[in-house]
């Protein structure tokens, strides 16, 4: 009797092994790179693997994190000379971005240099901009929708905008409307997740546009529960506590201005289809539109800047469906209270705060941030923008947008919210 059940422990005991082990290995890009090289978490050796001694012995941890930590000890030598090869040949790469798409030929870029402006002491700058998010998050008498929950009560479809690279030990937050195209470029090249011929990319601007924002080039926190299941949890929270995070944030309604400006007074189809119609038939009292953006722009159909704004004032939208993502709010789409970031950039300072994370994510050598674009939204022109907007409106426009503000240490724009 007692051998029979030995016997079936044993075969419970191996099955669960080899369960954990495909869900482990089942990524060819997967957590065997965790303990990578980034400036918040230096390069390990053996020894210094949380879990384990200098003689070898391992210290008390949770299963779960001593089975993945004895994994990744075992693999860290072959990542190790794998990562070195690979920025090798990386290094070999063009230093200026080369433009090839057409859309950014058109758009532009500041070629010019920004090193005599790289006198903002970086440093001091960070410390700031995350002891104000920390404040805020902790002030109760600060509050806002989501604010209370824990990163265990995100649902998963929430956690879309979190890319991971593996191969460096980075988390990156994206934000439509600031520099996201560009980042995910970067992450791209950094994980080496899309091919070029058989290559992976060495140069950000190389990458099509229309691969940067397919959905399946990055592995991103929503698709953990497909590959690890009821572990998926628990890795994430592995990854979050050891790998460096960090997003980039904008001026909120410089933001809207930059996404109205991009979706609605260029021809885009999908947002014609999906927001123009249904705000000029609400807000304009437009009926029997065209069916396409084309002619809709050529008999002058287009949604006005209050559209805009009487839609995202609207109770009803959100009755239908979340904000998309190009003006949902930063704290719905990064959770900046459930998730301690490493790093805070910010648009109005992107070329000093790109070159600083670069070099403190240890990645400088490997690739450059690609240069601005020329015709930025600039926050000069907020006053225009809004001069008619009823004041009333843009007073609702502040609360619903009052976290990101706050949050992120945008001074509240008094000029508009007064007579």
């Known amino acids: 009797m007692t051998k029979a059940r030995l016997l079936r422990l044993s075969v419970v005991l191996v099955s669960i092994f080899m369960i954990l082990l495909i869900i482990v290995y089942w990524d060819n890009v997967g957590t065997a790179h965790f303990y990578l090289h980034t400036s918040f978490s230096r390069p390990h050796s053996p020894e210094s693997i949380p879990g384990i001694t200098a003689g070898g012995e391992w210290e008390a941890l949770p299963e779960v994190d001593e089975f993945l930590a004895k994994l990744l000890s075992a693999s860290l030598k072959q990542n190790s000379s794998t990562s070195r090869k690979t920025e090798q040949l990386l290094v070999q790469g063009s230093n200026k971005p080369v433009v090839s798409n057409l859309e950014e030929n058109i758009r532009g870029y500041d070629w010019s240099t920004h090193n005599a402006r790289n006198s903002l002491d970086q440093e001091k700058l960070q410390i700031e901009r995350q002891r104000t998010l920390r404040e805020f998050c902790a002030n109760s008498s600060f509050a806002f929708p989501t604010k209370e929950r824990s990163f265990d009560d995100i649902p998963n479809y929430e956690l879309n905008h979190l890319i991971v690279d593996d191969r460096h030990g980075i988390i990156y937050c994206y934000v439509p409307k600031v520099a996201c195209t560009n980042w995910k470029r970067v992450m791209i090249v950094l994980s080496e997740s899309l091919l070029d011929q058989g290559v992976p990319y060495r140069n950000p601007l190389d990458i099509p546009r229309e691969h940067v924002h397919n959905t399946s080039t990055h592995l991103t926190f929503n698709k953990f529960w497909r590959r690890y299941g009821k572990f998926s949890r628990h890795l994430m929270k592995i990854k979050l506590k050891k790998y460096t995070k960090f997003l980039f944030v904008r001026d909120p309604f410089v933001r809207l201005i930059s996404a109205f400006r991009s ?50 004032l609207d109770p009803r939208t959100e009755k239908m469906a979340p904000f998309n993502e190009h003006w949902r709010q930063v704290y719905r789409l990064c959770h900046p209270c459930q998730i301690d970031y ?52 843009r007073q609702q426009l502040y609360k619903l947008y009052e976290a990101d503000f706050v949050l992120f240490g945008y001074p509240k724009p008094e000029n508009l919210l007064k007579d």
């Open 263 to 312: 979706k609605f007074e260029l021809e885009n189809e999908e947002f014609y289809r999906r927001f123009a119609i249904p705000m000029l038939k609400l807000y304009s009292n437009h009926t029997n539109l065209p069916t396409s953006v084309s002619e809709a722009f050529g008999a002058g159909l287009k949604v006005s800047f209050s559209d805009f704004i009487q839609y995202l």
């Open 342 to 393: 490493d790093f805070i950039g910010k648009l109005e300072t992107l070329d000093e705060d790109a070159a600083y994370l670069l070099q403190l994510l240890k990645v400088d050598r490997l690739l450059r941030f690609p240069p601005s674009y020329r015709n930025r939204t600039a926050s000069s022109w907020e006053d225009d923008w809004f001069a008619k907007i009823p004041l009333a409106w």
